[in-house]
């Protein structure tokens, strides 16, 4: 008799993959708060690549992207904590719901930011 696999379900999948990224704490972000910022090509492979953090559209941009592109070393070169705590109540909007799920369950702070800006 054969044996069948069974595949997890994709977004435990996307899940597990977001979660395996994630710094160990939020301070670990220390990236740049102003300025330009060029994106490296495995993060945006196609459009904009480079980001003004001081343009609040851009820099929202450039967040969605490195949240979900980004490995465990560019969320920590390229994004900052202060900056991603200040946003989050919108950004969490405008991401996937596997990335806010893990991020969230990872960082309870970022469920709180989102509440008071409710």
Do not use: C, K
């Not at 435990?12 to 670990?28: C, F």
């Not at 480079?50 to 559209?57: G, V």
């Not at 070169?77 to 200040?86: P, S, T």
């Not at 950004?91 to 369950?105: A, C, F, K, N, P």
């Amino acid at each position: 008799m054969a044996q069948t696999l069974i595949s997890p379900p994709a977004a435990e999948v996307l899940r597990a993959r977001y979660a395996s990224r994630l710094p160990a704490t939020l301070a670990d972000l220390t990236g740049p708060a102003h300025g330009q910022v060029e994106l490296p090509l495995h993060v945006a492979w196609s459009g904009l690549r480079s980001y003004d953090l001081d343009r609040p559209r851009l820099r929202m941009s450039l967040y969605r992207t490195v949240l979900a592109e980004g490995q465990h070393d560019d969320l920590a070169a390229l994004l900052n904590q202060e900056l991603l705590l200040a946003q989050w109540p919108v950004l969490r909007t405008l991401i996937s719901r596997h990335i806010r799920q893990v991020w969230e369950e990872a960082f309870p702070d970022l469920s709180r930011s989102a509440s008071a800006a409710a």
